[in-house]
């Protein structure tokens, strides 16, 4: 990368934002579920770290508008789901 670029904050947050959300878009063509989980992992790792999920969720919601919201489950509620559905 060139150095000597000098950008504002909320400039080079909406280019980055911009960016993201065009490659977004062509990993959704090229594997969809892949792209999908890992966006949803993002926005529950955001918000667990109290980041904010304003950005991460405008991504995943344009890269996938009609997809239901993710839910995350805790190790022992994902635990008892797997569980469930195995037996």
């Given at each position: ?53 304003e950005l ?28 469930e559905?195995?037996?």
């Open positions: 990368m060139s150095d000597g670029y000098i950008i504002e904050p909320d400039k080079a947050i909406l280019q980055l934002t911009n960016a993201v959300m065009a490659l977004s878009r062509v990993l959704a063509q090229l594997a969809p579920e892949l792209t999908q989980g890992n966006l949803a992992i993002a926005v529950e790792g955001s918000r667990a770290k109290g980041h904010g999920v991460v969720e405008e991504i995943y919601k344009s890269t996938f508008p009609n997809a239901k919201p993710s839910v995350a489950l805790s190790e022992a509620d994902f635990a008892k789901k797997h569980q559905i195995n037996s």
